[in-house]
């Protein structure tokens, strides 16, 4: 009661201070508001009556970080544009003080000291549409008024709202308190109109321990310690939506720097981890400039603090100038820290700050535009990371998200791009790869087609013109359209309205190429859909290029316009889609394949396109639309391969075509294939770091290694355990590189066993001793790749106890291939638990994709289906649906592989090549492409 009465006298203040501006009377848009009468009316509707806007929140917390308590007020400046008697606005999981409501408005015909405040008859809390309504008596006056509210909250543990997270100061437990508001959970920290267009400006006082840091969007302009509180309060916001507001309340260091411009630039984290911050506080001082540069326009807020956070549910949150992040996203550590882990660090920073313009400046207007935000603010990523580190060439890694894209909507139960969103509730279900990385991916096939100078003029008049405010997808377009006089709109809707994208194929007919499009679906099947494809092609070399839109079925291409030579035509290779900036698949006729793979073998194409052809055959493969044994020879062409990008793809292919190759035959093995596909990289990149060698080197090392470990090469399992050795006896060993622990720590639990346990319990001690989150995630993402499921199942154990943080518990789903059933027993038995602890956010579809997609056969995914039946809801409805189409995908390809798999073997044993086996003791080996079995 005491704290009410504390931030009591707060309220006070601001009302004595709040200035009235007399605002006319607006009876045009009286006329067109329908007067809502009843209560009941309100309920059931996504989105909040249009009768009142916020235009500028005062608000006072006080968190208890002890009692993990809140009290707060809210004075909210609004305009009533409307007859009504209603004031009708968010709030979840709060305690409203009824008795402090009050509208306060200028009576009319009086000076500005002359106040009304009219008390509501009625305050409705209606928990399920989280709305507050609030009954007057009478019709409120148009114009401006100031509502306010006294209430109280708590400090959850979801990650979400007004949250706690904790850490270890001096070896004692402590609590921060954090927020996490997008996309609808401002409302569960103070009533607010809680939807992106709803803008207003924030002045933020906050009442905390003096011993803590308090941050907030803005910088503070004044601190009144009292005993053992101090008042802060931040200067006054631009106007922003709700979603982007945010308070962060701990004990914290920092490092700073100043951009060219004055922008002070800060990096906060706990206590002693001060030198991890450098790098991003690096990176994000060179990404304001670059960005400034790039939107032709400068940073907004007068500051910028980016905080690492030790529980959070996201990988990182844009909030206004105070941009939140888990710590693997935000911290680096120069002598424990990979490669990998540097690149992740830029992509996320220059993500969140591509949000301060594309985002936080111009907002969407609702959440049915979220993939814009997303998607942009994911390409544009990618190209500040090529500026900062050309010879990253992130690029081509952009591939690596690019083919996860290309795998999700190529399921049946995809999304459009674009999806009606009805209530902000049901974001947390298109938190995918199709918002992100399809967006990012049509958003780079755009850019690419009008050119890049073009694509950035226009997108600076677009943010010069929508600053401040709110805008819709086709606002984009527009703006995108003026600038180019192409038809952006109509191109652009076919891709983003319709789920899916096309598979292209393309054959030789009389010198001629033949184009045609249809949907591409994983499963095989056929599906609807007509895009506009931006086709690009180059012939026989990378200087034969050729651009134009697909729009009609089938086209024709003469070759003759591409080369002069007769003697080339029948030889020279063809690729389409060059450097893969096209979001869709190509289908080569026989021919054309085997012109391209003596491209590959010759290395006349580029890494991306070399992966683009690789990543086509396999979903074509997988698709039942090419033959196992043809993939398996354009997989040969692929035995020098050196790039990292490439590599990459095929160890995540390899890893797919056996599990299925050991479903479809048990017992047999594609292992010696793949090893020896992976073995001349391997040599070549050898255990430890080269000087001078390329930051793609340094990450391929860990992901062949990883892949040798997997696949059982001795040579590699045994090195791998002398140099953990090392490692357990001297934890600054040169002997483990960073880039190469989770390949150890892979290798070492393929050795362990009930009966040797030596190996996880080591793993264990070192989780326990570090306290570096990227080491940790290292080690629970390898501590189920045992062959062995009863310590499948006491690692998967361990993920729920209480010494794995609720968002890391994901990282520990990837189970070996040995220990799949075991996962699947366990989340059955455990759901109740799962769905409890992370069945309110999005990470819960984790628990279901990592676990079930996996599968392959049809009687698996009939017992999926009906554990699910009476547990299903919306938070997993579509990613179970996915999940259910993944694991037939893989069955209909494990029978498709079987039928194969005999017809070869009887033609084999007809030539009489070897001994046709007993079933389930062979042992399969692919060798140049050809199934060999070996008794
Ligand atoms: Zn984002």
Known sequence: MSYIKGIGCGLLLALASYIYIRSRRRPDSRKNMKVMVSMEEFKGHPRLPKFAVPKRYDIRLKPNLTTCKFVGSVAI??????????????????????????????????????????????????????????????????????????????????????????????????????????????????????????????????????????????????????????????????????????????????????????????????????????????????????????????????????????????????????????????????????????????????????????????????????????????????????????????????????????????????????????????????????????????????????????????????????????????????????????????????????????????????????????????????????????????????????????????????????????????????????????????????????????????KYLSATDRFGILDDSFALCMARQKSFISFLALLNAYKKELEYTVLSNLIKISYKVDRITTDAAPGSSVDSFFIELFLHSAMKLGWEPKTGESHQDAMLRGEVLTALAVFGHNLTLKEASRRFYAFLEDRNTPLLHPDIRKAVYVAVMRRVSTSNRFGYESLLRVYRETNLRQEKARILSSLTSSPDPNITLEALNFLLSSEVRTQDAVLGLAVSREGRETAWSWLKNYWEHISKTWGSGYLITHFINSIVSPFASFEKAEEIQEFFASRTNSKIARTLKQSIERVHINAYWAQGFRIELQNHLARFSERNFVVLPQKSDAKIEMLEGYCIFVL
Request: proline fraction near 3%; glycine fraction near 6%.
């Open 77 to 602: 400046e609004l305009k009533i544009v409307a007859d009504t008697s209603f004031i009708v606005l968010n709030a979840a999981e709060l305690s409203i003080d009824t008795t402090s409501v009050s509208f306060t408005y200028p009576a009319a015909h009086s000076s500005n000291s002359k106040q009304q405040v009219l008390k509501p008859l009625k305050v409705d809390v209606i928990e399920e549409d989280e709305i507050l309504v609030l009954n007057f008596a009478d019709t409120l006056p148009i114009g401006l008024g100031l509502l306010t509210i006294l209430f109280q909250g708590s400090l959850n543990d979801k990650m979400r709202g007004f949250y706690i997270s904790t850490y270890e100061h001096n070896g004692e437990k402590k609590n921060m308190a954090i927020t996490q508001f997008k996309p609808d959970d401002a409302r569960r920290c103070f009533p607010c109109w809680d939807e992106p267009a709803c803008k207003a400006t924030f002045k933020i006082t906050l009442d905390v321990p003096s011993e803590l840091v308090a941050l907030s969007n803005m910088p503070i302009i004044e601190e009144k310690v009292v005993g053992d509180l101090k008042t802060v309060s931040y200067q006054e916001s631009p106007i922003m939506s709700t979603y982007l507001v945010a308070i962060v309340v701990g004990l914290f260091d920092y490092v700073e720097h100043l951009t060219s411009d004055g922008v002070k630039v800060r990096v906060y984290c706990q206590v002693g981890k001060v030198n991890q911050g450098k790098f991003a506080l690096d990176v994000a001082v060179r990404t304001l400039e670059l960005y400034k540069e790039y939107f032709a326009m400068p940073y907004s807020l007068p500051k910028l603090e980016m905080v690492a956070i030790p529980d959070f549910s996201f990988g990182s949150m844009e909030n206004y100038g105070l941009v939140t992040y888990h710590e693997t996203t935000l911290l680096y550590d120069v002598q424990h820290s990979t490669a990998a882990d540097k690149q992740r660090v830029v992509i996320v920073v220059a993500h969140e700050l591509a949000h301060q313009w594309f985002g936080n400046l111009v907002t969407m207007e609702w959440w049915t535009h979220l993939w814009l935000n997303e998607g942009f603010a994911t390409w544009v990523s990618y190209l500040a990371a090529d500026c900062l580190f050309p010879q990253w060439r992130v690029w081509t890694q952009f591939l690596d998200d690019y083919t996860e894209g290309l795998g999700m909507d190529g399921l049946r139960v995809s999304h459009p791009i674009e999806v009606k969103i009805n209530q902000a509730s049901e974001i947390d279900e298109i938190i995918d790869s199709i918002s992100y990385i399809k967006g990012a991916s049509v958003i780079r096939m755009l850019q690419s087609y009008l050119g890049a100078a073009c694509f950035q003029s226009s997108l600076a008049s677009y943010v010069k013109k929508f600053a401040w405010s709110n805008a819709k997808t086709k606002d984009l377009w527009a703006a995108l359209e003026e600038g180019s006089g192409e038809p952006v709109n109509k191109l652009m809707n076919s891709w983003t309205k319709q789920k899916g994208y096309p598979v292209v194929s393309v054959k030789v007919n009389d010198k001629k190429l033949v184009f045609e499009q249809s949907r591409f679906l994983a499963s095989g099947s056929h599906g609807d859909g007509q895009w506009i494809v931006p086709i690009t092609l180059c012939c026989g070399s990378y200087d034969v290029r050729k651009n134009f839109l697909l729009q009609t079925n089938p086209e024709t291409l003469d070759m003759k316009e591409l080369m002069s030579e007769e003697s080339n035509l029948a030889s020279a290779w063809v690729k389409l889609n060059v450097d893969q900036t096209g979001f869709y698949r190509v289908e080569y006729d026989e021919d054309l394949e085997a012109r391209l793979r003596n491209a590959i073998e010759n």
